[in-house]
C-alpha cells in the first residue's frame, strides 16, 4: 500500500494501544474481583455451583460482538432510568458496555479454574485445618485461597489473552481500541493497518502473558520477589497507558466522530485538521455504527459528525414521508434543535444517497436502465446490500414502490460487496451516490423514477453541549456547500482506488486545499 | 459397655458420656452411647477393624465430628461451652493423612496454631527450633518445604505440629499407618517418649494391634459402634473378655511366637 500507511499507524499509536491496555486492564481487574467470590461460593454450595458454571459457560457462547452489542440497550435503557431519578443519565456507548461484555466474557476461564482448584483440594487438607484450629475465614485465606492461587493464575493468563484480543471489538460499540486498526483499514483496505493492529493485540497479549507468567511462577516458587516486579510491571504498563490517553483529553479536544466507511473517515479527517490548524485539540472517534453515532452525538460523547439527511428522517425521527429536499431539511433543522437540542449546522453541498448499482455489461445485457426496469429479471438476480441496507426503511420504500423480489439477498461488508459485484457473485448491490468506486469500477447506478429513496444530502451535526461553541462553529461553518459530489468522489476515490491509495487522512488534506474559505483567521 | 474402672480421684482429661453419632439416611450408627473417661497422663489406644467407629470416636472428641446425641468434657469443662476452633487450639492433633500443608514451610506448618493463637513472633521461631529438636530432626529444616522431606521426617513434623500449642492432650489418628516398619517403630517409641516427658494425655487410633500393646497404657476395644472391651495391655492379652477380643488380642502373641519358631527353626537348619 501506501508508504505512509505504517507512520500513520505508528503516529495514532499510543492512543489506540493505551484505550486497548486501559480497557483490557479494567474488564480483567472486574472479572477477578467477581470471578473469585463467585468461585468460592460455587465451591461451598454444590447447589448453586451448576448455575453459576452454566451461566458463565453460556456468556461465553455468545459472539464477543454481539455481546457488547446486546449492552447497548441495556445500558440504554438503564441509563434513561437512571436520568429520571437522578436528572443525569450516562452513556450507554464506548467505554462501558465494552467494559462489562469483556468482564462477563473473561470470566469462564477465571471462575473454571478456580472451581476446579476448589474441587482438587485434598480433603486431608481441609481436616488438617480445622485440625489445627482454624476458622472457616482463616482456612479459606491461609490454606484454600493459595493452593488455589496456581489454578486461578492459569485462569487469569487465559482470559488476559482472551480479553486482550476481544477487546478489539469494542471499536464498533464506540470505544477506541485496536480495534480501529483492523476495523478501519478493513473498510478502506488499508491491510498495513489491518495486519498492524493484528500485530500490536497479539504482541500485547504476549507481553501481559509473560509478566503473569512471572507472577505465576513466583507464587509457585515462594519468591516475593518476583510476584512484585510481575505486578508492578503490569501496574506501570496501565498506567502508562492511562497517561498516554488522558493527557491528550485534557487539551480540551474535539471529538469528531466517524461512521464506519471511507468517506466518513476523511470528512472526520477533514474537521478534524480544520480544528487542529485553528489552534484546537481534535480527536477522531471512527468506525461507529450508523444508529450508535447520532446518540453518540446526542449524549455529547462525540462534538461533530456528519450525517446524512434521509438517515436522519428515516431512522431518527421516523417519518415515511417524502417532502421536498428544502422542506426536509428545514423542519429536521427545527425538530433535531426541539428534541435532541442537536444543531445542523448546514449542507457540505453533496449527496450520499442510497442507490442500486450494476455492472455496465450486466445491466446492459438484462436491459436495465432504472429501477423499474429490475422488477421483471429480479427474481433471477442476486442482491447484495452491506450490514445495514436490508433492514433500512428506504430498502422496504424500494421494494415496495417497484415490487423488487430478488432470487437472493447477501449481505457483505461494503469492501468485499463491491468485490462480490465485480466477481459476478451478485447482479445488483446497494452503492452509495459518492462512492469512489462507482467510477473506479464502471459501474451505472440505476435512476429512482418513483422517488422511493429519499435524498441523503451530507450535513453537519453538532452535539447539544458545543451548541453555543463559537470556535467551533467558525471551523465548520466554511465547510457549508463547500464540497462537490464530484470532489467527495474524487476523494473517495483516492483511498478506495486499488493502486496508489491513499490514506483518509492525506484525502482529507487534498479536500481541504481545495475548500476556498482559509480557516481560522 | 460400662466403664470397667472405677472413677478414681483424679480428674479426667477427657470424659464422654452418651456420645452416639449416625451416618447417611438409613441412620446406621458409626458410634452408639459411648461412655469413656481418660484420667490425665494416659496412653490410651483405640481398635477395632475398619468401620468399627474408632477414628469417629477420637474426632468427637475435638469436635472434627459433632456428635448426634451425648455430652463431651474436656478437662472438667464441656466441649460446646466454646467454639470449636478454640477448643481444637487447645487439642494436639495427628492425622492419618499427615496433612502438612505444601504450601508452607516447615517452620510454618509447625508454627500454625500458636500463630492462630497470637503468639509473638520471636517466640513462635524459639518453640519452632524446640519442637524440631524435640521430634530429633535438625534445626534447618525449619526453611524447607513438606514435599522435601521423607515420610518419616513429614510424621515427625507431624507430630511437632500437634505439639506446638503446648496442649495437654494428644490425639493421633493412625499416626504411622503409612510408614514403613523400621520408621514406624521408631516414630511409636519417640512419641511414648515425648508423651512421657510432657506429661501428656494421648489418644491413639490404630488397626496394629502390636503397636497397641507396645505403647499404650490402655486398650479401649470397638466393635461395631460399641465399646466391648476396655483395660490394660497385660490384662486383654491373659484374660479377654470374649472370644473376638481373644482372637484381636492373640494376634500379636501368634505373630511372636511363629517369629521365635522360625528363628528356632533357622537355628536348627543352620546347626544341622
Given at each position: 500500500m501506501t508508504d505512509g500507511a505504517f507512520a500513520s499507524a505508528l503516529r495514532v499509536l499510543p492512543e489506540f494501544l493505551g484505550y486497548h491496555v486501559l480497557l483490557s486492564a479494567a474488564a480483567l481487574a472486574l472479572s477477578i474481583v467477581l470471578s473469585v467470590p463467585l468461585a468460592v461460593i460455587a465451591s461451598r454450595s454444590p447447589r448453586l455451583r451448576w448455575p453459576l458454571l452454566s451461566f458463565v459457560s453460556l456468556v461465553q457462547t455468545i459472539p464477543g460482538l454481539a455481546l457488547m452489542a446486546l449492552f447497548y440497550p441495556i445500558l440504554l435503557a438503564l441509563s434513561?432510568?437512571?436520568?429520571?431519578?437522578?436528572?443525569?443519565?450516562?452513556?450507554?456507548?464506548?467505554?462501558?458496555?465494552?467494559?462489562?461484555?469483556?468482564?462477563?466474557?473473561?470470566?469462564?476461564?477465571?471462575?473454571?479454574?478456580?472451581?476446579?482448584?476448589?474441587?482438587?483440594?485434598?480433603?486431608?487438607?481441609?481436616?488438617?485445618?480445622?485440625?489445627?484450629?482454624?476458622?472457616?475465614?482463616q482456612r479459606l485465606r491461609r490454606i484454600e485461597l493459595p493452593l488455589v492461587a496456581p489454578y486461578a493464575m492459569a485462569g487469569i493468563r487465559t482470559a488476559a489473552v482472551w480479553v486482550i484480543g476481544t477487546a478489539t471489538l469494542a471499536t464498533p460499540v464506540g470505544q477506541t481500541s485496536l480495534g480501529n486498526y483492523i476495523f478501519s483499514g478493513l473498510q478502506t483496505e488499508n491491510w498495513v493497518w489491518v495486519l498492524f493492529g493484528c500485530a500490536v493485540s497479539a504482541l500485547l497479549a504476549l507481553a501481559v502473558d509473560q509478566l503473569l507468567a512471572l507472577i505465576d511462577s513466583g507464587i509457585a516458587r515462594r519468591r516475593r520477589g518476583r510476584i512484585r516486579a510481575g505486578i508492578l510491571l503490569l501496574l506501570a504498563g496501565v498506567l502508562a497507558a492511562a497517561f498516554t490517553v488522558l493527557m491528550p483529553a485534557s487539551r480540551s479536544g474535539y471529538v469528531v466522530g466517524a461512521k464506519n466507511f471511507t468517506e466518513q473517515y476523511i470528512l472526520a479527517d477533514l474537521i478534524g485538521q480544520r480544528l487542529e490548524a485553528a489552534g484546537h485539540g481534535a480527536a477522531v472517534r471512527s468506525g461507529l455504527g450508523s444508529a450508535v453515532a447520532f446518540r453518540a452525538l446526542a449524549e455529547g460523547d462525540v462534538d461533530v459528525y456528519v450525517d446524512y439527511s434521509g438517515t436522519i428522517w428515516a431512522n431518527v425521527m421516523h417519518r415515511a414521508d417524502h417532502p421536498p429536499r428544502d422542506v426536509m431539511l428545514r423542519e429536521m433543522t427545527d425538530w433535531l434543535q426541539r428534541r435532541h437540542g442537536v444543531v445542523l449546522v448546514g449542507s457540505l453541498g453533496f449527496e450520499n444517497a442510497y442507490a442500486l448499482a450494476m455492472r455496465r455489461d450486466r445491466a446492459t445485457a438484462l436491459g436495465v436502465r432504472t429501477i423499474a426496469d429490475l422488477a421483471g429479471p429480479a427474481p433471477r438476480?442476486?442482491?447484495?446490500?452491506?450490514?445495514?441496507?436490508?433492514v433500512r426503511p428506504e430498502w422496504a420504500s424500494v421494494r415496495d414502490g417497484?415490487?423488487?423480489?430478488?432470487?437472493?439477498?447477501?449481505?457483505?461488508?461494503?469492501?468485499?460487496?463491491?468485490?462480490?459485484?465485480?466477481?459476478?457473485e451478485v447482479d445488483v448491490i446497494s452503492a452509495f451516490s459518492s462512492d469512489g468506486r462507482i467510477a473506479a469500477d464502471r459501474l451505472i447506478v440505476l435512476a429512482d423514477p418513483r422517488h422511493r429513496i429519499p435524498p441523503y444530502d451530507a450535513i453537519l451535526l453538532v452535539s447539544p453541549k458545543r451548541a453555543r461553541d463559537g470556535d467551533l462553529m467558525a471551523a465548520l461553518t466554511p465547510l457549508v456547500g463547500a464540497i462537490s459530489i464530484d470532489e467527495m468522489r474524487e476523494a473517495n476515490f483516492m483511498v478506495d482506488r486499488p493502486e496508489g491509495a491513499r490514506s483518509p487522512a492525506a484525502a482529507a488534506r487534498w479536500l481541504g486545499a481545495r475548500i476556498a474559505a482559509p480557516v481560522g483567521d | 459397655m460400662a466403664n470397667p474402672r472405677p472413677a478414681r480421684e483424679e480428674p479426667c482429661a477427657i470424659r464422654l458420656a452418651g456420645v452416639s453419632k449416625s451416618y447417611g439416611r438409613a441412620g446406621q450408627f458409626a458410634i452408639l452411647d459411648i461412655d469413656l473417661s481418660i484420667a490425665r497422663g494416659s496412653f490410651v489406644a483405640m481398635v477395632g477393624h475398619s468401620g468399627s467407629g474408632k477414628t469417629t470416636l477420637l474426632k468427637c472428641i475435638n469436635r472434627l465430628i459433632e456428635p448426634d446425641d451425648g455430652a463431651i468434657v474436656i478437662d472438667g469443662e464441656p466441649a460446646r461451652t466454646r467454639p470449636a476452633h478454640e477448643l481444637?487450639?487447645?487439642?494436639?492433633?495427628?492425622?492419618?493423612?499427615?496433612?502438612?500443608?505444601?504450601?508452607?514451610?516447615?517452620?510454618?506448618?509447625?508454627?500454625i496454631t500458636p500463630d492462630l493463637l497470637g503468639w509473638p513472633r520471636a517466640e513462635i521461631a524459639g518453640r519452632v527450633t524446640e519442637l524440631l529438636d524435640l521430634v530429633e530432626l535438625p534445626t534447618d529444616f525449619g526453611a524447607r518445604m513438606p514435599a522435601a522431606l521423607s515420610g518419616g521426617q513429614r510424621q515427625r513434623i507431624g507430630i511437632a505440629r500437634a505439639l506446638a500449642a503446648r496442649p495437654e492432650i494428644l490425639l493421633m489418628d493412625e499416626p504411622f499407618g503409612a510408614l514403613d516398619p523400621v520408621t514406624r517403630e521408631t516414630l511409636g517409641n519417640a512419641c511414648r517418649r515425648l508423651h512421657d516427658r510432657l506429661g501428656l494425655t494421648t489418644v491413639m487410633v490404630t488397626h496394629d494391634i502390636f503397636e497397641a500393646v507396645l505403647l499404650a497404657d490402655r486398650i479401649v476395644v470397638l466393635r461395631e459402634g460399641e465399646i466391648v472391651a476396655d483395660d490394660t495391655p497385660r490384662a486383654l492379652l491373659i484374660d479377654p473378655p470374649d472370644e473376638d477380643v481373644r482372637s484381636l488380642m492373640a494376634m500379636p502373641l501368634r505373630q511372636a511366637k511363629r517369629v521365635r519358631a522360625l528363628l528356632d527353626g533357622w537355628h536348627e537348619g543352620g546347626a544341622g
Open positions: 434513561l432510568a437512571w436520568e429520571r431519578l437522578t436528572g443525569e443519565g450516562f452513556s450507554a456507548l464506548g467505554f462501558l458496555p465494552a467494559l462489562l461484555a469483556l468482564t462477563l466474557y473473561s470470566m469462564l476461564p477465571v471462575v473454571r479454574n478456580i472451581a476446579t482448584g476448589f474441587a482438587n483440594l485434598d480433603p486431608a487438607l481441609i481436616e488438617a485445618a480445622h485440625g489445627v484450629g482454624m476458622t472457616g475465614r438476480l442476486t442482491i447484495g446490500g452491506d450490514y445495514e441496507f436490508f417497484y415490487g423488487l423480489r430478488f432470487g437472493r439477498m447477501r449481505e457483505f461488508q461494503s469492501t468485499f460487496m463491491y468485490r462480490a459485484l465485480v466477481d459476478g | 481444637r487450639r487447645h487439642i494436639g492433633y495427628v492425622f492419618q493423612g499427615i496433612g502438612l500443608f505444601p504450601h508452607l514451610s516447615v517452620a510454618e506448618n509447625i508454627g
